[in-house]
């Protein structure tokens, strides 16, 4: 390091040091050079992520003197920015020496990267675009001006407003600049712009056509198209050394994260084994400086390999019915009117979108398991603390654990640990509403996928293979699965395997139910979704409330289980669950009232429903003879939910042995926890005979091989028999 480099790097640390003080907000004229010069590429790496810190700092503490809280505020806090930078950058880009335009050019770079508004407000001045396209005349034999130009230009074509002052020249100047062979480094890092000009002018295009096209619109990908630049960047990507990322490596990475986005591309990358290897090495295995510093100040490695492998793996958005409905309407609208159905265009569409359906993604997931994808996952959330890595790496996870036969893979490479440092990440850095024990993080629908790449795996997988033996790992994950359980904009598949997951956790142990059971609105919410019209949610629901009752002594009381006055919905519901259509859910909610039937206090109030109603009896006979019918002159359903439930049953449904024991359990249970009222009794017992209980039970007996059926069903008929019943077996 020669001694001017070390000064500079000496008054780097001193501006770090001062930065640390929150009242910090100015720079002084000789600070202000140091940082504009740190940038050069001639400059260490330690010496560049210390400015980046700094930079990132200073435009921070400026925004938070006017707070973005109004557009006019906003456009202030970009003018302090302004203000603070444009005169001394403009200075630099306009000599004619190489040191100061490319220090402008390098600056000017990492401030987009930093506060892209700011950047963007200069460039946009009167002037500085000019300054910028004569750059090429002044210096046209100057390599490391002419990368950093490109580097400039691909950051402001990253942005609508700066694209449209993009012209025509500086385009053909990209495009000569890609198509020459002698320096690959300016080869892609032209090729970088252009393929941001060309998908954010396709962007602009589409989100506004009847503008006028702008230069970026028409940028002809340096004549090559994509397949040219992909097979560039990955050869890029090939050459470069493994020991630390370059310029050019940066350039492809970033240049493959915007071309990955097309079903085609995402083909032609899965399927090189050999790339995709050196591609997972550009994260590296632990910290190193260039991951040290922040991720949001640019794209980095690290982010852009994350960012590709998420594009590679990720399926179509799943539509709503709604949704789905509306996207035939427009695909007929955009049909020639009076066409050939089987047109050209409409072919090329479809097989296009063929690449994207869910057999290639899950074909391409494979073949990135394969080529080692979960060590630069499971690296990348270990070495960065960034938000947008780790976010990237949980919706990549998510995508890849929808293979059902890849999930105990991703289990063995660390995935469900990955996730969880993920998921903790998002809880501790969100913010909340309320305060003390009522307080709740408050997060995007993003941060929901984390969570939902969790459960997906905590669904088939014991807890202890996804959090290991300790049960501490476990009860932290109930936290987010409840969150993501009763937040307003998760989906019906996201409540549904939340559900799932917790149904799995409280199977582990009755302290894992009883946490369970006393998280915030979870059980509040689950009741809601047990008399929802979707099968599988209300499935789901009704096996958790079974678990939670057999493992939460307060959720057996809350269902009537206890001492005092049992909640006559609750319990009402649970019985009306025994008689739907869908045995999963009867056979969850025969067991749930199974369990509550062993209080008596339970009982009673079971033989008020009787009384009230006259089918509790009927339902408990039907799990074990489903040919047995209510009386007809009492209602026709014990809850709501069971008379929708029922309205389009084409056939009776079938008991099996499961449900059979669980009828037997329930009944048994009801006739000796009333066996304190005679009078109750003598009448249960009477209307098992009206109905055919008895002789369905009889039947039980007689040809069951299950010596716990056998008991159940023994004691019910003694109970009978002792209310004046007579039995033939």
């Known amino acids: 390091m020669s001694k001017i480099t070390e000064a500079a790097d000496v008054d780097l640390d001193i501006i770090l040091k001062k930065s640390q003080d929150k009242t910090w907000n100015s720079l002084l004229p000789d600070e202000l050079q140091h940082l504009v010069l740190a940038f050069l590429p001639t400059q260490p790496l330690a010496s560049r992520s210390k400015a980046y810190i700094v930079l990132s700092v200073f435009c921070q503490r400026l925004r938070e003197l006017k707070p973005k809280s109004t557009k006019e505020e906003s456009d202030a806090s970009t003018e302090s920015l302004l203000n603070a930078f444009a005169s001394s950058l403009i200075q630099k880009l306009g000599e004619t020496a190489e040191p100061d335009v490319l220090a402008g050019l390098t600056f000017f770079t990492a401030l987009f990267q930093t506060d892209w508004q700011a950047a963007s407000a200069i460039l946009l001045q009167d002037g500085v675009y000019e300054i910028l396209e004569d750059v090429p005349d002044v210096l046209p034999s100057s390599a490391p001006v002419s990368i950093a130009l490109a580097h400039l230009l691909a950051q402001a074509a990253g942005h ?126 632990r910290k190193t400086l260039w991951s040290e510093s922040p991720d949001d100040v640019g794209m980095t490695p690290l982010y852009g390999t994350i960012l590709i492998i998420t594009n590679l793996c990720g399926y179509r958005p799943r539509l709503t019915e709604e949704e789905a409905q509306i996207a035939k309407l427009r695909k007929l609208a955009k049909a020639p009117s009076g066409g050939d159905p089987g047109s050209t265009k409409l072919v090329e569409v479809t097989a296009e979108s063929m690449l994207d359906d869910n057999a290639h993604v899950l074909a391409r997931g494979q073949k990135l398991l394969k080529a080692g994808v979960m060590d630069a996952l499971t690296s990348a959330v270990k070495i960065s603390e960034s938000r947008a890595v780790r976010l990237s790496v949980g919706k990549a996870l998510l995508s890849l654990i929808e293979d059902n036969s890849s999930r105990g893979k991703i289990l063995q490479s660390g995935g469900a640990k990955a996730l969880t440092t993920v998921i903790h990440g998002i809880l501790s850095s969100a913010p909340t509403t309320g305060s003390g024990k009522s307080a709740k993080p408050q997060f995007d629908v993003a941060d929901l996928e984390s969570i939902q790449a969790l459960a997906k795996l905590s669904i088939t997988a014991s807890p202890v293979q996804v959090f290991g033996p300790n049960a501490g790992a476990l009860y932290d994950a109930i936290r987010p699965f409840n969150l993501m359980l009763t937040h307003p904009s998760a989906t019906l598949l996201q409540q549904f395997e939340a559900i799932m997951a917790l149904t799995n956790l409280s199977s582990a142990s009755p302290e894992s139910a009883d946490k369970i059971a006393h998280a915030d609105g979870l059980l509040n919410k689950v009741e809601l979704l047990m008399l929802e019209d979707h099968t599988l949610i209300r499935r789901a629901s009704v096996e958790l409330v079974c678990n939670l009752v057999a493992g939460s002594e307060d959720v057996f009381d809350k269902y009537g289980g206890g001492t005092g006055e049992p909640p006559k919905r609750k319990l009402q519901v649970l019985v009306a669950l025994c008689d739907v259509d869908d045995m999963p859910t009867r056979t969850a909610a025969g067991g749930a009232v199974a369990t509550i039937t062993s209080s008596p206090m339970a009982c009673h109030h079971l033989l008020d429903l009787q009384k009230e109603r006259g089918r509790v009896l009927a339902i408990f006979g039907q799990l074990i003879d489903p040919t047995i019918i209510p009386p007809s002159d009492h209602d026709s359903g014990v809850a709501e939910v069971d008379d929708e439930e029922n309205s389009g049953a084409t056939e009776p449904a079938r008991s099996d042995e499961g449900l059979v024991h669980r009828g037997a359990m329930c009944v048994r249970n009801f006739f000796s926890g009333i066996k304190d009222d005679a009078e109750g009794s003598k009448m249960l017992a009477q209307e098992a005979q009206k109905i055919g209980l008895v002789r369905a039970m009889a039947k039980v007996f007689k040809e069951s091989e299950n010596r716990s059926v056998l008991r159940l069903v023994a004691e019910a008929l003694k109970c009978m028999m002792e209310n004046g019943i007579t039995i033939q077996l």
């Open 160 to 285: 609508k407003t700066c694209r449209a002052v993009v012209s025509i020249q500086a385009v053909k100047w990209l495009e000569g600049k890609a198509r020459q062979k002698e320096d690959g480094a300016l080869r892609a890092a032209a090729a970088v712009a252009l393929v941001k000009l060309n998908k954010g002018g396709i962007a602009d295009a589409a989100s506004n056509p009847l503008a006028t096209v702008s230069p970026a619109s028409s940028v002809g990908n340096a004549g090559g198209g994509d397949d040219d630049l992909v097979k560039l960047m990955k050869g890029l990507v090939l050459d470069s050394p493994a020991s630390s990322p370059t310029s050019s490596i940066q350039d492809a990475v970033e240049g493959l994260a915007y071309l990955s986005a097309d079903p085609k591309i995402k083909e032609m990358l899965s399927s090189d084994e050999k790339f995709l290897s050196r591609l997972f090495t550009v994260i590296p295995r």
